[in-house]
């Protein structure tokens, strides 16, 4: 999906699969170049089923395949995105390959930026081995931006949020003790809350946060692949956001290392949280289009023959994740043209922009 997404909106992708399931990949993307390493789905068929066939790629096949991107100079990608990897020597081998064009770009800052998906698990669960977890601690200091769900936020922080002031705390610990430059929690959910939020965080020099959170209404259905969808449209509307951004008369902020907007930017005035609107603006009506009509679908099933071997509650899930599949060939306008309906709020910031000499 996140390939798609970025093609859709004048990427240049190059894909490197980190799993061949009936589901998931890695990917390279580009507007200039994009590099993405995430998860393939083929058919429709994903790990959302709870069944499904495939091979995982190792950390030597991942290499190979970059070595051979490489050795024919098609490295000239400006960002990476990494999302779900099948091991810890697979996540490891992604660090090489980020430090490695990293290294690249050395001279010119901002040529290169990081996305981090760390896909460990959700909802309170691991979905990956435990020996996963350090390494992907060890690789937050090379990140320009993560995008960890709520759960995920807690274990790469040791903290656990079960509120906003919690929430913060796991946030500006990230930011001071591993120096990230950005980051969105991608779920954030309390008390059986009928909204989900958004909570972003671009840091100062002093390595202090700048939060914002963008809260929209929970659309009631289980949907795949949203992460990878989140994770390449905030690829795409930040690049966007930080061309479109100078910060001064003759500097723009994509030639700053990691794009980090100046400390007199206030929360609601950075890129991150401008990309995030656009991304939420997207997501939210596609899904709710999705949802519409799934049920439409479901509601035409009823009575039918379920076509399915198992037992009539495995069956009835199957019709319902299928029916859930994200519909986004139908609405390829509103990923090209969202409408902003969910802005930006600013969450423990003073009502004046940020002074550095006060």
Not at 314 to 336: F, G
Request: proline share 4%.
């Amino acid at each position: 999906m996140a390939a798609f997404v970025m093609q859709v909106l004048g990427c240049e992708v190059a894909a490197l699969n980190t799993v061949q399931f009936s589901m998931l990949s890695m990917h390279y993307c580009s507007f200039p170049p994009i590099l993405q390493l995430l998860r393939y789905t083929a058919s429709g068929n994903h790990t959302g089923y709870r069944q499904f066939k495939g091979t995982r790629a190792s950390a030597e096949e991942i290499r190979d395949v970059y070595e051979g991107l490489k050795q024919s100079n098609l490295t000239d990608f400006d960002v990476m995105l990494s999302g779900y990897a099948p091991s810890a020597e697979a996540v490891e081998t992604i660090g090489s390959i980020a430090r490695d064009l990293r290294f690249k770009s050395s001279m010119r800052p901002g040529s290169f930026f990081w996305v981090l998906d760390p896909v460990m698990g959700d909802q309170g669960k691991l979905y990956v081995n435990e020996n996963v977890v350090p390494v992907y601690k060890k690789l937050l200091r090379e990140a320009d931006l993560i995008l960890p769900n709520q759960f995920e936020v807690e274990v790469l922080s040791d903290v656990k949020v079960t509120s906003l002031s919690t929430l913060r705390e796991a946030i500006t610990k990230l930011h001071q003790q591993h120096r990230i430059p950005h980051i969105i929690v991608t779920s954030v959910s309390f008390d059986d809350s009928k909204e989900l939020c958004v909570v972003g965080s671009t840091r100062r020099t002093d390595g202090t946060p700048r939060f914002f959170c963008i809260n929209v209404p929970r659309i009631d259905c289980f949907f795949s692949g949203t992460g990878d969808m989140f994770a390449a449209l905030t690829v795409v509307r930040l690049r966007e956001a930080v061309s479109s951004t100078k910060i001064n008369d003759t500097q723009e902020l994509s030639s700053v290392s990691s794009w980090i907007s100046p400390d007199d930017v206030y929360a609601l005035d950075l890129p991150l949280a401008k990309a995030a609107e656009k991304v939420l603006a997207s997501m939210h009506t596609i899904l709710g289009k999705t949802k519409k009509a799934g049920d439409e679908a479901l509601a035409g099933q009823e009575g039918g023959a379920l076509g399915i071997e198992g037992s009539i509650e495995k069956s009835l899930y199957l019709r319902q994740t299928k029916a859930a599949e994200v519909r986004l060939v139908r609405n390829l306008d509103d990923l090209r043209h969202p409408v902003v309906r969910y802005k930006a709020e600013a969450l423990w910031e003073p009502t004046e922009p940020f002074n550095r000499d006060s």
